[in-house]
Structure formats: structure tokens, C-alpha cells
């Protein structure tokens, strides 16, 4: 499927790996220029390198920190020449209420949280006088639906993402402007696949056993970095033109399950 994507422009954070590079590269196989964001030169020349092989587009990036506010203006050139903004930068650590002190709780959100919320007013800052469309396709996490307490800064940040979405999204057409969220289960990137090999190593006592971790999951498996992507790229393309304000999640139909006491 055609996604009508050629020609396009877009910047996607925390692009150099995982869900960042796989969108990217999702978007680069769609003819739409890309540029990248994340705070490592050296990651982001090899990111460029891998999405040069498969795509004939403009690739370019930028390093920068995102959880320093001022970081953030620099971008907002780039972002006159923007049609898409990815935001997908950040990680959260695990953690109960007793583990997150005040500056480790701030520390976690200032890059998941008001990273997105930084970009995101910078770009309708940027697009609105321009009167022309715009797509910020926010990938948050399922986390913000499947409430965990041992997860707690984390699946607090993502459901503050999810309430941003729906409720900017839900007035952005004003300014012919989408906004819309992707909520990612378990994917395997390199970092889930190190952890998980770690994970069956101590528990296990075989890294390469690490499958078994997983097993349990629907399909037997992760998600694909390439089916969060694909996603990314449909919901920012024209076909997706009429959605905004909303949440699609992906994750193997986790959050749908029901939560019984018995």
C-alpha cells in the first residue's frame, strides 16, 4: 500500500535505536525525509548509515539532550520544514512508590514526559501560523492503560501522554493539525532483548534460553519492531486523515483482557 508519504518530511526523537529508528526507517521506505534526534552522535551516524541502505531519502540528524527545555527551541527551524513529529524519546526505570525519590521520579519524566509535552508546544508553536497540516504521532506505552505499581513513574508518565493525545487532539483540527498515540506492549528491541537474556541467564541459567521468558505472552512472543512502525507510518500518512484524539494500542490484545478477582 501506497501511504502517500513521498515528499514528505519528518523528525522523529530518540530515533538513532529501537521504536524511534524502526518508525524512521518505516517512514524512509515510504519516500518521507527523515531526521533524526537523540543525544548520541555516534549512534545517530550509524542510524543514518542503515536507513541510506534501504531508502533513497534525505536522512539528517541532531544531537541533542531533550530533557534540557532549551535543546528543544533548536529545533524549531527544523520543525518550519516538518510536516510529522515522532515523539519517542525516553525510558522509565521500574520502580515502586518507595524506590522513586522526588529527583529520580523528575529525572525519569524529563525526557518521557516533558520531552513529548516540550515538542509538542514547540511544534503547534510552529505550525499554527504556518496554516498548514501537521501530524505528532506520540509513542507512549501500554503501560498507561495496564496500571502497575512497580512501574509506577513509568505508567504514571505514559497515562499523563494518553490524556495529552485525547484531549489536544480532540481540539488540533482547528489548526488542520493531528495528534495521535501509539501504545506499544513488549517489542523486541536490542534493549528488551539484552534485558531478556540477562533475565533467563539469573533465572534460567542460560541467556539463550531467553524464549521461554516470553512464551506466555499472546503469539508466544514480543512484538516486532517493525509492527509498531508500519503503525506509525499508516497513522501519520494521509490515509490516516481523520484520526486524531485517540490511543491505538499494540499489544497482542493485553490491555483488552479482562480483570477479574476470581
Known amino acids: 500500500m501506497d501511504l502517500q508519504l513521498a515528499g514528505k518530511r519528518a523528525l522523529i526523537t530518540g530515533g538513532s535505536k529501537g ?17 533524526l534526534v537523540s543525544r548520541s552522535a555516534n549512534d545517530l551516524e550509524a542510524a543514518v548509515v542503515e536507513i541510506k541502505k534501504v531508502s533513497n531519502v534525505e536522512v539528517s540528524f541532531t544531537a541533542l ?12 527551524e527544523r520543525l518550519a520544514t516538518t510536516d510529522i513529529l515522532v515523539n519517542n524519546a525516553g525510558a522509565v526505570p521500574l ?30 508553536q510552529v505550525w499554527k501560523p504556518l496554516k498548514r497540516p501537521g501530524v505528532i504521532v506520540n509513542v507512549i506505552g501500554h503501560a498507561g492503560e495496564n496500571l502497575t505499581s512497580t512501574y509506577l513513574a513509568g505508567t504514571s508518565g505514559c497515562a499523563a501522554l494518553m490524556a495529552l493525545t485525547r484531549s489536544l487532539g480532540s481540539v488540533s483540527p482547528e489548526h488542520n ?43 508466544g512472543r514480543t512484538g516486532k519492531v517493525e509492527e509498531i512502525a508500519n503503525a506509525v507510518a499508516f497513522l ?27
Open 95 to 124: 520502580g515502586s512508590i518507595e524506590d522513586f525519590d522526588d529527583q529520580s521520579w523528575r529525572d525519569g519524566w524529563d525526557l518521557k514526559v516533558f520531552g513529548y509535552i516540550n515538542m509538542t508546544r514547540l511544534a503547534f
Open 177 to 219: 493539525i493531528r495528534v495521535v498515540g501509539l501504545n506499544p506492549g513488549p517489542v523486541l528491541t536490542e534493549r528488551l532483548y539484552n534485558f531478556l537474556r540477562k533475565r533467563a541467564e539469573l533465572t534460567l541459567g542460560d541467556a539463550e534460553n531467553w524464549k521461554q521468558l516470553v512464551a506466555s505472552m499472546p503469539f
Open 65 to 76: 539532550d531533550l530533557t534540557k527545555p532549551a535543546n528543544v527551541e533548536l529545533l524549531r
Open 236 to 262: 501519520a500518512s494521509d490515509l490516516s486523515g481523520y484520526t486524531t484524539g485517540t490511543i491505538i494500542t499494540i499489544d497482542g490484545g493485553v490491555s483488552s483482557r479482562a480483570k477479574t478477582w476470581l
Open 19 to 35: 521504536l524511534g529508528f524502526g518508525a524512521a526507517k518505516a517512514l524512509a521506505l515510504e519516500g518521507c525525509a527523515v531526521h
